[in-house]
């Protein structure tokens, strides 16, 4: 185990640790850790480059804001099945996916009804109570103000690694059997007619 306070050797684990996953995930689990030790969130400031082959040798900026989605190609992506999945999509639309100058740290009842209205979806009879029940299920933190809300590492977990659900298979499968049964029964009653003869 390496000294604690060997700066240097912890940079090194953390870099191998995460070698093998693309920038995106590597971001997101840097969030996930920075959270887990109670640091601040780091602010993506702008990067600078200089570009040799310009006229003029002026900084060019580069920012994340490329990667937005609009809201209604994001949730059809994800697919959430209940209210509390569809609040956690919403939340973290808002927090990562979406333009620059729509982007909000939390999210309220209104965003939550926007939302249906954007995304062609049955309005929520209590939208606070739904954002309620996703915090009790640890997908949503509450807010500095009362009923405001935002996603947390379970709930951004929830929506980056789990959504969409896999459709369930399994459940097809068990309706087929019983024809299968039948069939075996209907063969094995036709074997009998014909070795009793």
């Known amino acids: 185990m390496a000294n604690p306070s060997d700066d240097l050797e912890a940079v090194r684990t953390i870099v191998a640790a995460l070698q093998g996953f693309d920038e995106k995930d590597q971001e997101r689990i840097i969030r996930w850790a920075r959270e887990k030790l109670g640091l601040l969130t780091s602010v993506t400031a702008p990067v600078t480059t200089y570009q040799p082959n310009t006229p003029t040798n002026a900084p060019t900026e580069i920012r994340s804001e490329s990667r937005s989605t609009d809201i209604g190609t994001f949730v059809k992506s994800k697919n959430p099945v209940s209210d509390v999945q569809f ?111």
């Open 87 to 197: 609040a956690a999509t919403i939340a973290y639309y808002y927090r990562f996916e979406a333009s620059e100058n729509e982007r909000k740290e939390t999210i309220a009842s209104a965003d939550l009804q926007e939302a249906c209205r954007k995304v062609n979806r049955k309005r929520l009879n209590d939208p606070a109570d739904t954002l309620n029940n996703a915090y009790k299920l640890g997908l949503l933190d509450k807010g500095a103000e009362r009923g405001y809300y935002s996603i947390n590492s379970v709930g951004e977990n929830l929506v980056a690694m789990t959504l969409p659900q896999q459709t369930q298979t399994p459940v097809s499968a068990h309706s087929r059997k019983p024809k299968t049964k039948v069939t075996i029964k209907k063969s094995g009653k036709h074997n009998a007619v014909k070795s009793s003869k």
